[in-house]
């Protein structure tokens, strides 16, 4: 063991309960910041830390196992600011080579086998269309895909380490496979994939307490060989997401309990506090900042939003309440995400849960969600579910001072939504039977001719619908 100063991108690991930070450095070696270190709030210059940032350090050094364990005399530096993320107004084509761990010699061996790997990735004709890659497609709205011709998946029969063995230390896993891998397909193929995926044999999983870890922000993800690891397509997206930035998402006070994405537990596509930051969706026409400015007290604006899995475009309402007290508090300020969620399509998997034909809101922290992109690139904003608004209803939310209406449908999963924000009471803000008067009745058809007139008579025009798919007009809205 030697003190040692180490530079390079400090990155995070996706691990449950457990804080586990690494630097990876030039050549991409993953080296762990062992004793449960965990860096501070700003370097020693004052200059905020956070994932992605380039940073040097001084630590014990452990040559046999690649290990790192800062103490009381660690100086910690930021190099430079996490640069700015590569999904904003970008399609990606990812090249992904997939790795089987296989340890036949430590008792450890795969049994899953390329083919198989190639399927679920692809699809059961390898083009794209099924499997994960027509999700990600799906997901995002075509933003964000797997390269179908650089796909490859690769069985790599090596040795372990006892790192691997006993606490299933991915960053082992990946030094270890890196080198056998490159041996195999050589080092000039190894470097050509953009992202790296390892899937761990299943005997491991007695030592391996996740279904799948990533390394955020970074390129690398890791899979059991398990239900709910490779064989969920939620999870792999999950894991693959997290490699561009975004951290899981919350309910109810606990991490992973929405489940309403797959950042969280759920089978469907992430959430409008993710699509968006993913640079997937955009917000409805005059909804991204919705503040004081925009919302006056005791008067509504109304919005007509398409249920997500329709389409990226103007899906969703992003709510700034500068209005509160607390707003600028960095820990307490938030902001809100809104959008419709339906269980058809790629989120059919929202069926028979809270989230579904309904109006679901999100909060997250504001001081990071405002600063994003040029601050808090990869930081966790805490994206949060806290409530649904069912159609033709309505939801006073106290701590924001915000009504939110379902309306009614205008079209296919397609809703109109309005917003209110009151002083002291909701009931300053206007009734949902006033924002949505419901259209006359249809006159009612003529009685039938008698038989005798029927010849004579011009073909009957038809009867109009019984309610028409587009809005009604708006009564005026009355002013507190």
Known sequence: ELRKQIAGELVYITLDNVDQWLIRDSNGVLIP???????????????????????????????????????????????????????????????????????????FPATTTEEEIRTIYLGPNGDGKGGLAEKYTQCSYGKFNLNITAFRAVRVTHQCSTPITTTCA??????????????????????????????????????????????????????????????????????????????????????????STAMGRGDACPNAAEISRMGWATPAVGGDQLNSSALLPGTARTFTLPATYLTGNNNYLRVTPDWLPVY????????????????KNVDSGLSNTIYASKVNIHEVNATMDNGYPATFTNSDRKIQFINTVDPMSQLAMGAYQLVVYGGS???????????????????????????????????????????????????????????????PPRSPVPTP
């Open 170 to 259: 991915a960053w082992a896993m990946s030094i270890l496979a890196d080198a056998a891998t490159k041996a195999l397909i050589g080092p000039a193929a190894f470097s050509s994939f953009s992202h790296y995926t390892y899937i761990v044999p299943p005997g491991l999983q007695p030592v391996c307490p996740w279904s799948g870890l990533a390394i955020l922000p970074g390129r690398q993800t890791y899979l059991q060989t398990s239900a709910n690891g490779v064989y969920r397509w939620a999870t792999v997206m999950q894991e693959a997401i997290h490699n561009y930035g975004l951290w899981h998402s919350w309910q109810n006070g606990t991490e992973y309990d929405d489940y």
């Open 33 to 107: 910041l062992m004793g449960g270190y965990k860096p501070p709030k700003t370097d020693s210059q004052g200059i905020p830390v956070s994932p992605g940032s380039a940073v040097q350090l001084d630590c014990i050094f452990t040559e046999a196992t690649g290990e790192c364990t800062p103490d009381d005399l660690t100086t910690f530096t930021v190099i430079s600011y996490a640069p700015a993320p590569s999904t904003l107004e970008k399609t990606i084509f990812q090249s992904l080579l997939v790795m089987v761990l296989d340890y036949p010699d430590c008792g």
């Open 409 to 471: 449908w205008v079209g296919t999963d397609t809703l109109r939504v309005h917003l209110c924000r009151f002083l002291t009471s909701p009931s300053e803000c206007p009734s949902l039977s006033t924002l949505e008067v419901q259209p006359p009745p249809p006159t009612p058809s003529p009685r039938p001719p008698s038989p005798s007139a029927t010849s004579r008579m011009p073909p009957p025009r038809p009867s109009p619908s019984p309610r028409s798919l587009s809005p």
């Open 328 to 343: 600028n508090n960095t820990l307490m300020g938030r902001n809100l995400y809104i959008a419709v969620r339906v269980a």
